[in-house]
C-alpha cells in the first residue's frame, strides 16, 4: 500500500463521512458546514488527479461561494425551522431503499466497464492548464461552451435578483 | 498506483448518499445539498476518467468546468427561489409548497 493510496483512502473515508453527515445531520447548519468538508475532500481528490487548477476551483466555487450562499439561506429561511419537527420525510427507509438499489445498480454497471482496472495513464508532457486554457478560446475547440457558461452565468445572477426581490415594490420603500 | 476502480466506486457512493439527500430532507435547502453532493460525485467521475483514460485530450477538464458553472447557477436561482417562497409563504418544508400540486 503506497503512501498515495492511503491518501485517498483517508480522503474518501472523510468525504463520505462528510456526506452521510450532510443528509443526515438534524441541524440544517451542521449540514451545511458538513457539505464544506466533504467538497474539501473532493478538492483534495483533484489535486490526487493531477487537476490542480479543478482543485483550486472546487475550493474558490463550491466552498468560497455555493457552501457560503447555502448557509446565508438557511440562515434567511430560519424562523420556522427553529430546530423542530421531523427533518427527514416519513418515508426516508423507502429513500434510503432507492439509494441503495442505485448503488447496486451503479456497481453493476461499473464493473462491467472495459476501463474499470485502468492504472494512470501517463500524463503528457505539455502543462495541461495551459492548453486547458488555449482550448477555452480556441474557435475549433471549446470556445462554444465557454461562451454558452458565460450567458447562463449572467442569466443565473440577473434570474436570481429578480427571482429573490420583494414581491411588491412598496415593500422595500418604492425601491 | 490508485485504480481506477476506486473513484468510480467512491463517487458511486457519494452520488447515491446525494440521491438519499434528495429524497428523505424536507427542507428544501437540505434537498439543494444533496443536488451539491450529486454534482460533485459527477465532477469527480469526469476528472478521474479524463485522467486514466484521455490524459491528451483536455475534454474532461472543459466539460468539469461547465458543470461547475451549471452548478454555481444553480445553486444560486435556487436558493433564490426558496429565500422567495419563505417571504411568500414562510416555509421551505418541501411538502407544505403545494400551490401548484395536486
Known amino acids: 500500500m503506497t503512501v498515495l493510496q492511503i491518501v485517498f483512502l483517508v480522503t474518501g473515508l472523510v468525504t463520505l463521512l462528510a456526506g452521510v453527515m450532510v443528509v443526515a445531520s438534524p441541524k440544517l447548519v451542521h449540514a451545511a458546514l458538513w457539505l464544506i468538508v466533504s467538497l474539501a475532500g473532493v478538492a483534495v481528490l483533484f489535486v490526487l488527479l493531477n487537476a490542480n487548477f479543478l482543485a483550486v476551483v472546487q475550493v474558490v466555487v463550491y466552498i468560497g461561494a455555493i457552501a457560503i450562499l447555502v448557509i446565508f439561506a438557511v440562515m434567511l429561511t430560519r424562523r420556522v425551522m427553529a430546530d423542530s419537527g421531523p427533518t427527514h420525510n416519513p418515508t426516508w427507509w423507502l429513500a434510503l431503499l432507492s439509494a441503495l438499489v442505485l448503488f447496486g445498480g451503479l456497481l453493476a454497471l461499473i464493473t462491467q466497464l472495459p476501463a474499470f482496472g485502468a492504472t494512470e495513464a501517463a500524463l503528457p508532457a505539455a502543462d495541461s492548464l495551459t492548453d486547458l486554457g488555449t482550448s477555452l478560446v480556441d474557435v475549433n475547440r471549446y470556445l462554444l461552451p465557454f461562451e454558452v457558461a458565460s450567458v447562463l452565468l449572467l442569466a443565473a445572477l440577473i434570474g436570481a435578483m429578480a427571482v429573490a426581490r420583494p414581491a411588491s415594490e412598496d415593500e422595500e420603500g418604492g425601491a | ?102
Open chain 2, 1 to 102: 498506483m490508485i485504480p481506477l476502480s476506486w473513484y468510480l466506486i467512491l463517487s458511486a457512493l457519494l452520488f447515491c448518499i446525494g440521491v438519499f439527500g434528495v429524497l428523505a430532507r424536507r427542507n428544501a435547502v437540505g434537498i439543494l445539498m444533496g443536488i451539491e453532493l450529486m454534482l460533485n460525485a459527477v465532477n469527480l467521475n469526469l476528472v478521474a476518467f479524463w485522467r486514466y483514460l484521455t490524459p491528451g485530450m483536455i475534454g474532461g477538464q472543459v466539460f468539469t468546468l461547465i458543470v461547475f458553472a451549471v452548478a454555481a447557477s444553480e445553486a444560486a436561482v435556487g436558493l433564490a427561489l426558496i429565500i422567495s417562497i419563505y417571504r411568500r409563504r414562510s416555509t421551505v418544508v418541501a411538502d407544505e409548497i403545494n400551490l401548484m400540486k395536486w
